[in-house]
Each structure stands twice: as structure tokens, then as C-alpha cells.
């Protein structure tokens, strides 16, 4: 089972990352924008619970890594530390670079829009590669039940992007105008995602 000191620091980092200015929630904020709040809370929902099928991925993968071997998973935890280190410095050097758009004439129902949140972010790459990375590094495997700690940690992540998404889909209208007015918000926003997946990965490098 997950600590409290583990459960909370979790938290405070899935929620600084979700927060930042992405193509998932980037897309929310413009299909509030376009479509109104129904249609941002509808493809927010579907994006946020297409975290399951990578936590799915990585309960499996990672726990059959570790009862094959706990050098191999060591290997994992520090090849996923420098992936992380890798998108920190690319938030850094992209810091503020994209912008919410408001204009689109999508006109699909709303059912049709949850299940396109949830197909993109099921099948991103770059969202598997996320998962693979960022959920071992708050495994402590000396606690045992290695997948159960990976499930956890997987569902928390999708409970607290479907609040922030739920939000931003419906006051994406704000939202996304208030941050159009202020880029720099967005670019500092960046800044911290990066310095934390910087620091994630630097630690776990170093405590190999």
C-alpha cells in the first residue's frame, strides 16, 4: 500500500504537471472555447480516464520486470529518470511556446467527443513513455506489492487529471482567455513542470 508522505508527494507533482500547458489540456481549453463547457468537459473526461489503459500497461510490464529482476527494474527507474530529465529540459527550452486556439468547427456529439479524448490519449506514445517513466519513481519496492502501489499511484493520477480536466472544460471560456492574455504565466508554468521532471529524474539517477 502507498505511504502518506508517498501518497501526498505524488499528488503534488501529478498535479503540477497536469496543470501545465499540454497538448491534452491545451485541447480541452480550445474545445471549451469553440464548443462550450459540455464539449471541454466531455473530451477533458475521455482524456483524463485514457489513463487507465496506461496504467494497465504499467502494473503489468513493470511488475513483471521487478519478479524477473530487481537490478532490471533499477535499470528502469534510472532510464526513465533520464527521460524525465530529457522533457524537463524540453519544457525549459520551450517554455510558453504554444497558445490556446478558440476557433474549430468540430460539430461531433458528445458522446463521440469523450471517446476521441479517451482513443488520443490512449494510443499517445509519448503518454506511455510518461507512465513507464513516472510512475516507478514513487514505487518503494522494498514496501512489497509492487503492482498494487503501481495501480494506486495510476488511478490517483487519473482521479485528479479528471478533476482539472472536468475544470478546465468548464471554465475554459476563462481559462483559456486569461492565459492568452498572459503568456508568461504559461512559459513559468512550464518552467516548474520542467525543474520537476528535471529533479524527479536527477534523483532518481543519482539514488541508483
Known amino acids: 500500500m502507498l505511504t502518506l508522505t508517498q501518497t501526498l508527494a505524488f499528488l503534488a507533482t501529478a498535479l503540477v504537471l497536469t496543470a501545465t500547458p499540454g497538448p491534452d489540456n491545451l ?8 464548443r462550450g463547457r459540455r464539449a471541454g468537459i466531455a473530451f477533458g473526461l475521455g482524456c483524463a480516464l485514457g489513463c487507465l489503459s496506461h496504467t494497465l500497461l504499467a502494473v503489468v510490464g513493470v511488475s513483471a520486470l521487478v519478479a524477473a529482476s530487481p537490478v532490471a527494474f533499477t535499470l528502469l527507474k534510472v532510464a526513465g529518470g533520464a527521460y524525465l530529465v530529457w522533457m524537463g529540459v ?9 497558445r490556446v486556439g478558440g476557433e474549430a468547427t468540430d460539430t461531433t456529439p458528445l458522446r463521440q467527443l469523450f471517446v476521441k479524448g ?3 490519449n490512449a494510443i499517445n506514445p509519448k503518454v506511455v513513455l510518461f507512465f513507464l517513466s513516472f ?5 518503494v519496492a522494498s514496501q512489497g506489492e509492487v ?6 499511484l495510476g488511478l490517483l493520477f487519473t482521479a485528479q487529471a479528471v478533476l482539472l480536466f472536468g475544470l478546465l472544460g468548464y471554465f475554459s471560456g476563462s481559462v483559456g482567455a486569461w492565459l492568452n492574455r498572459r503568456p508568461g504565466v504559461g512559459r513559468w508554468l512550464d518552467r516548474l513542470a520542467g525543474t520537476v521532471f528535471i529533479g524527479l529524474g536527477v534523483r532518481m539517477i543519482a539514488a541508483r
Do not use: E, K, Y
Open 90 to 98: 524540453q519544457a525549459w527550452r520551450h517554455a510558453g511556446a504554444v
Open 147 to 152: 503492482a498494487w502501489q503501481l495501480g494506486l
Open 118 to 120: 479517451l482513443i488520443a
Open 27 to 34: 485541447m480541452v481549453l480550445s474545445m471549451g472555447m469553440s
Open 135 to 139: 510512475l516507478p519513481q514513487f514505487v
